[in-house]
C-alpha cells in the first residue's frame, strides 16, 4: 500500500569547506599560453598540444580571470605584430607588398589556432561583457598596429595607386599580390578598405582621366574616342573583378564616365567631320552604337542625342522637300523620303536598340519636314500611282505589298490626308479606267490600308468605283445581247461612272468619228430603256480604242490609243495633210490635250505613227501632220503612250485646293454642332481646341476658318452668343 508523500529527488550540495587553489595559479597558466602563443607565432606550433591548452585557457576563465587573461592576450599579440611591422617596415621596392602578404598570412593563421585555444572565453566571458572576439581583435590589432601605423599607411597607398597607374599604361603587373592586399583591407572592414584605399583611388582615376580625356579629344575623332572610352571602361570592370571590391565597379564606372564623356559631351555629339551628324550620314552603324551605349550612362546623354538626330534628320527633310529640282521628279521625291525612311529605321532598330523615344523623335520629325511642302500629298499619290501602274521593277506581289506599307507611313505624317484622297481618286481613275492596273489585288490591299487608317468614310467612294467597274461590264454584256443590228459598227466597251464616286471631271466635248457615234447612239437609247431617270454624259477624255492601220509601206498593225488618239488618226482616212488648226477644228479637243496627243502620236521614237513638220518638240498653228508610210514595228499592236498622271499645272492646283477648301466646311461645321450638342455652352477656345482635336486625323483645320464657321452657324442660328461673355457661345436646339 502506497502512502501519500512525495518522493524526493537527489540532491547536489555545494562543498561546505573552502577549495583552495595556487596563488600562482593564473601566472603558471598565463605562461604557459604566451609560450604557445610565441611558438605558433614562430611556426613551431607543431609540437603543442591544443587539447591541454584549451584545458588551461578553460580553467582560467572558469576561476574568473577571464579580465586579465583578455589583456595579457591584448598586450602579447601587440607586440608580436609590433615585430611584423619592423619587418614590413624594412622591406624595400617591391619586396614590401609580398612581406605584407606574408605577415598578414601569419597572423592569420597565429589568429585561427589562438582562437580555437581560447575558444570557451570567446563564448561565455567575451558575449558576457561585451567584449571583441578574439580573431576580431587580432584584426583590429593589425589594423592599428601595421595598416595604420605612420611608416606603412601612406607608403602602402602609395604601391597600390603606382601599380594601377603603371597597368594602366600597359605594364604588367600581379594582380595577384594585388588582390591579397585589397583583400586584406576588405577584411579589416569596408571602412578600412574605403578610406584606406577606395576613395583616393576613385580621386586619382579621376585626375588621370580627367588629363587623358584632354589629351586625346584634341587629337581624335569622335569615334576613336569613343572607342577608348569604351576599353577604359573595361579594362576598370575587368580590374575590378581582379582585385577589388564589387562594389567599387560601379563608383570607378561613374568616376571614367563623367570624366571622359559627361565633362565632353556636347563636344563629342557635336564634333566636326565625326561627331554623330557625319555618323548618321555614312550608316557608321558600330560608332553609333557605341555612342547611344556608352552615352545610356550619362544624364542627358540620350536627350541630347536624340535631340540633335532631330535637328539634322528635320534640316536634311527640309532641304529634301523644299529643293526645286527634286520637284520636278514625284515619284524620285517620294522614293528619297522612303529611303529616308529606311536608313533611319535600320539606324534606330541597329544602333539605338530600337529605342522608343527614337522611333517618336523620327516620327515627329518626319511629320514637320513632309508638311513643309503642301504638294507631299499630291506627289505620294503620284508615287502609289506609278508603283501600281507598273508595279516594282523585278519584283512580286509581295514586295509591292512592303512598299505600299512603306508608303503608308508616310500618308500618317500627312496632315492633309483629304487633299491626299482628293489626287488618290484621280490617279484611282485614271488607272482604272485605262485598265493599267499591275495588280487587282494590290489596288484592293491599299484600299484596305487607307480603310484601316482613316475609316470607311474615307474609302466609301473608292470601293464605289470598283462596283461601277464590274457593273457596266454587266450593262455592256447586256447591250450586245439585248441589240441584233451592231455587226457593222465598231465594237464598244462602256464604262458608266456614278457621277458622286468618281472625281469630278471637266467635260469637254469631243468630235468622236460617224462611226463611233452611231453605236453610241445606240446604247444611250438601250441604257436610258433600262434605268429611268438617269442621264449620260460622255467623258470622251478618258476613254481608248484598239483600231486597225494599214501603213503605205503595207505593213499592218493593230494600235491601242487614247479616244482623243483615236479622233485624230480617223481624220486621216479622208485627208492626207492636215495641220494643227485643221485638225483642232475637226475634232474640238482642247488645246493642251491636243498638243499632248500629236506629240505621243508624232515624236515618240519607234512610236511615230504620223510625221510632223517641221520636225520639233514643240507645236504651231502651221505645223502640218501626215500618216508616217514608213512606220515599222516588230510588233503586231502597237501601244502609243499616253501621258500618264503628271503633276498638275498651277491653275489645276489652285482649282484643286479651293475644292478641298470647299469640301472642308461643312466638315468644320458638322464637327462644331457636334461639339456644342454635347456641351451645350463652351468659350470660344475650346471650341478651337477640341474642333482641332476632332478633325486632325483628316487634315488641320486652319483657325481662321474655324471661326468664319462658327459665324455662319450663328447666322442660321445653330449657336448664339452668351449676352454677358461675348467669348462663350450656346447651342440652340
Not at 689 to 712: D, G
Request: charge should be neutral.
Amino acid at each position: 500500500m502506497m502512502n501519500g508523500q512525495k518522493k524526493r529527488g537527489p540532491k547536489i550540495e555545494p562543498f561546505r569547506h573552502k577549495v583552495e587553489t595556487d596563488p600562482k595559479f593564473f601566472d603558471k597558466s598565463w605562461r604557459k599560453l604566451h609560450d604557445a602563443i610565441r611558438e605558433i607565432y614562430n611556426h613551431n606550433a607543431s609540437g603543442l598540444s591544443f587539447e591541454e591548452l584549451y584545458r588551461t585557457a578553460y580553467n582560467m576563465v572558469l576561476h574568473k580571470f577571464g579580465p586579465k587573461l583578455y589583456e595579457k592576450l591584448t598586450e602579447n599579440m601587440k607586440e608580436h605584430l609590433e615585430e611584423m611591422r619592423t619587418c614590413v617596415e624594412a622591406a624595400q621596392g617591391g619586396l614590401f607588398l609580398e612581406e605584407l602578404e606574408r605577415k598578414w598570412n601569419d597572423h592569420n593563421k597565429a589568429l585561427t589556432m589562438i582562437r580555437d585555444i581560447l575558444m570557451y572565453m570567446d563564448r561565455t566571458y567575451i558575449p558576457t561583457n561585451k567584449k571583441t572576439p578574439v580573431f576580431d581583435l587580432g584584426l583590429e590589432l593589425w589594423r592599428d598596429t601595421i595598416v595604420r601605423s605612420p611608416m606603412i599607411q601612406g607608403r602602402l597607398l602609395d604601391t597600390l595607386l603606382e601599380l594601377i597607374h603603371r597597368e594602366r599604361t600597359g605594364e604588367v603587373i600581379n594582380r595577384c599580390l594585388m588582390r591579397t592586399t585589397t583583400k586584406m583591407l576588405m577584411n579589416l572592414g569596408s571602412s578600412v578598405y574605403q578610406d584606406d584605399f577606395e576613395r583616393p583611388f576613385l580621386e586619382v582615376s579621376a585626375s588621370f582621366y580627367s588629363g587623358e580625356s584632354q589629351q586625346f579629344i584634341d587629337r581624335y575623332s569622335c569615334g576613336d574616342y569613343l572607342k577608348l572610352a569604351e576599353r577604359r571602361l573595361s579594362e576598370e570592370s575587368e580590374r575590378v573583378s581582379q582585385y577589388m571590391d564589387v562594389k567599387t565597379n560601379e563608383k570607378i564606372t561613374a568616376v571614367v564616365v563623367k570624366e571622359m564623356l559627361a565633362n565632353h559631351m556636347q563636344r563629342l555629339i557635336l564634333m566636326e567631320n565625326s561627331g554623330l551628324v557625319n555618323m548618321l550620314i555614312e550608316d557608321r552603324y558600330e560608332d553609333l552604337t557605341r555612342m547611344y551605349t556608352l552615352f545610356n550612362h550619362v544624364l542627358d546623354g540620350l536627350t541630347t542625342i536624340r535631340s540633335v538626330m532631330m535637328s539634322h534628320i528635320k534640316d536634311t527633310g527640309k532641304s529634301l522637300v523644299t529643293d526645286p529640282e527634286r520637284l520636278k521628279d514625284p515619284v524620285d521625291f517620294v522614293q528619297r523620303l522612303l529611303n529616308e525612311k529606311d536608313k533611319y529605321d535600320n539606324i534606330i532598330n541597329v544602333s539605338f536598340n530600337n529605342d522608343k523615344s527614337f522611333l517618336n523623335a523620327l516620327n515627329s520629325s518626319f511629320e514637320h519636314f513632309i508638311n513643309l511642302n503642301n504638294r507631299s500629298p499630291e506627289f505620294i499619290s503620284l508615287f502609289v500611282d506609278d508603283k501600281l501602274r507598273k508595279g516594282v521593277k523585278e519584283a512580286n506581289e509581295e514586295d509591292l505589298e512592303t512598299v505600299l506599307d512603306k508608303v503608308m507611313m508616310l500618308f500618317r505624317y500627312l496632315q492633309e490626308k483629304d487633299l491626299f484622297e482628293k489626287y488618290y481618286k484621280q490617279h484611282l481613275a485614271k488607272r482604272l479606267l485605262s485598265g493599267k492596273t499591275a495588280s487587282d489585288e494590290s489596288e484592293r490591299s491599299m484600299l484596305v490600308k487607307l480603310k484601316t487608317e482613316c475609316g470607311y468614310q474615307f474609302t466609301s467612294k473608292l470601293e464605289g468605283m470598283f462596283t461601277d467597274l464590274k457593273t457596266s461590264q454587266d450593262t455592256t454584256q447586256g447591250f450586245y445581247a439585248s441589240t441584233s443590228d451592231l455587226a457593222d459598227y465598231p465594237t464598244i466597251s462602256v464604262q458608266i461612272l456614278t457621277t458622286g464616286s468618281w472625281p469630278t471631271q471637266p467635260c469637254n466635248t469631243c468630235n468622236l468619228p460617224p462611226e463611233i457615234v452611231a453605236v453610241s447612239e445606240k446604247f444611250r437609247a438601250y441604257y436610258l430603256g433600262t434605268h429611268n431617270g438617269r442621264r449620260l454624259t460622255w467623258q470622251t477624255n478618258m476613254g481608248n480604242a484598239d483600231i486597225k492601220a494599214t501603213f503605205g509601206n503595207g505593213s499592218k498593225h493593230e494600235l491601242t490609243v487614247s479616244t482623243y488618239q483615236m479622233c485624230v488618226l480617223m481624220l486621216f482616212n479622208t485627208s492626207d495633210v492636215l495641220t494643227y488648226r485643221e485638225i483642232e477644228q475637226s475634232t474640238a479637243i482642247p488645246a493642251v490635250d491636243l498638243k499632248r496627243c500629236l506629240q505621243s502620236l508624232a515624236l515618240v521614237k519607234g512610236k511615230q505613227v504620223l510625221r510632223k513638220e517641221p520636225m520639233s518638240r514643240d507645236i504651231a498653228d502651221d505645223d502640218s501632220f501626215c500618216v508616217n508610210d514608213k512606220f515599222t514595228s516588230k510588233l503586231f499592236k502597237v501601244k502609243i503612250g499616253t501621258v500618264l498622271a503628271q503633276k498638275e499645272t498651277d491653275p489645276e492646283k489652285l482649282e484643286t485646293r479651293q475644292r478641298v477648301e470647299e469640301d472642308r466646311k461643312p466638315q468644320i461645321e458638322a464637327a462644331i454642332v457636334r461639339i456644342m450638342k454635347s456641351r451645350r455652352v463652351l468659350d470660344h477656345n475650346s471650341i478651337m481646341t477640341e474642333v482641332t482635336k476632332q478633325l486632325q486625323p483628316r487634315f488641320l483645320p486652319n483657325p481662321v476658318v474655324i471661326k468664319k464657321r462658327i459665324e455662319s452657324l450663328i447666322e442660321r442660328e445653330f449657336l448664339e452668343r452668351d449676352k454677358t461673355d461675348r467669348k462663350m457661345y450656346r447651342y440652340l436646339a
